[in-house]
């Protein structure tokens, strides 16, 4: 029950090891913080083994990467991978250049990850090389609908099981699956999209929830993306008519920091296939 | 007519590529949000040529330059020419450092750019080579007034002649002139100075407004400046007595994303010289 | 008093020169800001000296440290030194990887700081040379209370002795001590932990006020630290139940912004040893 997930999470505290980007960090730490985790945030190479060390998960996001930066990803995940942690990838962007689509291609060839999270267009990209991302949004022509659900759920199956990850695709409608066992969750609210970074933050919570929950791991993604998007819907309701995208993303935070499991539980609207 | 400006960024959603300093990242990539644009930072040397072979925009500000990333605007400011995309600069700081100037210099000598913004002692040090910049705002000395105004508009209108560029001075009176137009904007609140980022958001957003309305780039220039300080208006106006400068920059990027072509239109005050 | 430590830094405005992590610099730059002083934000090495030349403090903060920032963070501390100018060091995470306990101790080595500020985990790892901080937290069994104030006290003070810097450990209860004389400071509320980067704008807040008092620098820090404290505990009266950790911090901010000297004054809660 996605109660317990959260639960576990406000009891362990787990602390999450980010190498992320400097454009939605700090929504990331503050997402953290809301959900009972902590964060730190470290991308030099001399540290980054050591700080994963002491965590207990890894989110990688490649929003802002460079060649220092890749090097410090790589590191990490492969002491977190020696550790047994649980580590997430957003690949951000992810068919918008090269260097993004063969780092994330790169990271996830010589890292196991747990989880990787992103939109379709990403994920569709790293699974096959080559895509159609625009910019860090996903191509319409990609938008998930009730229309190409079995399609997208097939898809991403097999992604799962060819990566050994759980594949969380994110939109309208969000996939979670781990090849076994598929959540389809239908929270959220369309004016997210016009807040940066609450993927970002989806990410970071994510790797919370797993590192909370690493006997559930499945279960605890969907929860994730299920309690960012009831927080979606829980802060659009607070919203005047003079609040816009700013209030709108400040409320988004709120939202996951005064959700208890009960309020996730039952504001959860998914099925399982 | 400034209505129209606003309603293309909105019809046509431009992808705008920033490589812009950490300190106001976050906000740039909300307020691209806000006006109905869209946001990508990447600022290595490997993918900027691609990233903004994608966008419609660039932006490029110096805020926190480093030799890496100095490297990259001149990748991207050189591709962005090719493409004839429109590219803006924001030479945050120019003056406070030999770096600053020298590389605000070099990029203006090196990249045709469409529009350039900055306070009174940035463009004046950029102008002339050496200046008076207070760290990041502008010099005291080189405030505009009603009684100056007229010798900082030949100025700009000098500067803009010079450069090719329009040239976009904001502070208590903003002027926007290509050498033959001129808009004099008398939009804004004096409390926008106590919120970080503000000229850099404007920036962005000039990208995004001048992407759209590429045919008209000078009133797209004027219309963003003036929008900027509308919101700026709008939100001071929602303020309560405990509200200070935080609460006021998340309400500037949700009056501009509340601010209808209609609403912009009405509230702008200016005059063509 | 501390009614006049603020009011020194609402008439003197220092520009303030930080080089500071990627997490939190934007709620530094607005906390700046709201206090009366102004932000510079600069961290490439051939600009550094410069920067810090022409501010009248610097505040450095090794929150996402990397070899290339820490170049720059020596070469500035020690053209601040050769200035006389005020320098805060915030050691945060040191205890948390070898290089942030090394780069901390090489950096209290080679810069004279006027103020280290950190939690007690922070501050015991850099007086012993290892430590148990979790992350960017303090240890719980570190934490000070009632119970070892008089030890903490003690330790503080022959650190202080030892650096020839105030120190100021900052938690449920403050201590800021130059060793003759020491404020303990029971301002704050416990939900401040929830915000990220609370200490990064404390650190610098307080490289503003020592700039602004420079004659009177452990109470400009003692000032500092209550006025941050005052406005934890003046933005949760603010609170409505479904206002979250995000809120909050924009609350914090907004309380600095609407502080005046005659409200610190009152609301300053610390007791002189």
């Not at 918008?96 to 939109?119: C, D, P, Q, W, Y």
């Not at 009730?146 to 990850?165: Q, S, Y």
């Not at 969380?168 to 076994?180: H, L, P, S, V």
């Not at 791991?217 to 299920?226: L, R």
């Given at each position: 029950m996605f109660r317990n997930m959260l639960e576990n999470v406000r009891k362990n505290c787990p602390l999450i090891h980010n190498i992320t980007n400097y454009v939605t960090v700090n929504d990331c730490a503050n997402i953290l913080l809301a959900c009972g985790a902590s964060p730190i945030m470290a991308d030099d190479k001399e540290e980054v083994a050591e700080i994963t060390a002491i965590c207990s998960g890894l989110n990688i996001n490649i929003g802002t990467l460079n060649n220092r930066t890749i090097e410090s990803m790589l590191i990490a995940g492969k002491r977190a991978n020696d550790l047994n942690h649980p580590i997430v990838l957003d690949p951000v962007g992810c068919g918008a250049s090269k260097l993004r689509t063969e780092t994330a291609m790169k990271l996830i060839k010589e890292i196991k990850f747990t989880v990787i999270r992103g939109n379709i267009s990403e994920i569709k990209t790293l699974a096959f090389g080559s895509g159609t991302t625009k910019g860090v949004d996903a191509d319409i022509a990609d938008k998930i609908t009730e229309e190409n659900l079995d399609n997208v759920i097939d898809f991403a199956k097999a992604f799962a099981e060819k990566t050994g990850a759980i594949i969380a695709i994110t939109g309208a409608i969000d996939i979670i699956t781990d090849n076994r066992k598929t959540y389809c969750v239908r929270n959220g609210h369309p004016m997210m999209s016009s807040v940066?970074?609450?993927?970002?933050?989806?990410?970071?919570?994510?790797?919370?929830?797993?590192?909370?929950?690493?006997?559930?791991?499945?279960?605890?993604?969907?929860?994730?993306?299920?309690?960012?998007?009831?927080?979606?819907?829980?802060?659009?309701?607070?919203?005047?008519?003079?609040?816009?995208?700013?209030?709108?993303?400040?409320?988004?935070?709120?939202?996951?920091y005064n959700m208890t499991p009960e309020m996730l539980e039952k504001g959860a609207n998914y099925e399982v296939r």
């Amino acid at each position: 029950m996605f109660r317990n997930m959260l639960e576990n999470v406000r009891k362990n505290c787990p602390l999450i090891h980010n190498i992320t980007n400097y454009v939605t960090v700090n929504d990331c730490a503050n997402i953290l913080l809301a959900c009972g985790a902590s964060p730190i945030m470290a991308d030099d190479k001399e540290e980054v083994a050591e700080i994963t060390a002491i965590c207990s998960g890894l989110n990688i996001n490649i929003g802002t990467l460079n060649n220092r930066t890749i090097e410090s990803m790589l590191i990490a995940g492969k002491r977190a991978n020696d550790l047994n942690h649980p580590i997430v990838l957003d690949p951000v962007g992810c068919g918008a250049s090269k260097l993004r689509t063969e780092t994330a291609m790169k990271l996830i060839k010589e890292i196991k990850f747990t989880v990787i999270r992103g939109n379709i267009s990403e994920i569709k990209t790293l699974a096959f090389g080559s895509g159609t991302t625009k910019g860090v949004d996903a191509d319409i022509a990609d938008k998930i609908t009730e229309e190409n659900l079995d399609n997208v759920i097939d898809f991403a199956k097999a992604f799962a099981e060819k990566t050994g990850a759980i594949i969380a695709i994110t939109g309208a409608i969000d996939i979670i699956t781990d090849n076994r066992k598929t959540y389809c969750v239908r929270n959220g609210h369309p004016m997210m999209s016009s807040v940066t970074g609450t993927g970002c933050q989806l990410s970071a919570m994510t790797a919370a929830f797993v590192a909370a929950n690493s006997e559930h791991a499945s279960e605890a993604v969907a929860a994730a993306v299920s309690a960012m998007g009831y927080a979606g819907e829980t802060a659009y309701k607070r919203l005047t008519k003079t609040d816009g995208n700013s209030t709108y993303g400040n409320y988004i935070i709120d939202a996951i920091y005064n959700m208890t499991p009960e309020m996730l539980e039952k504001g959860a609207n998914y099925e399982v296939r």
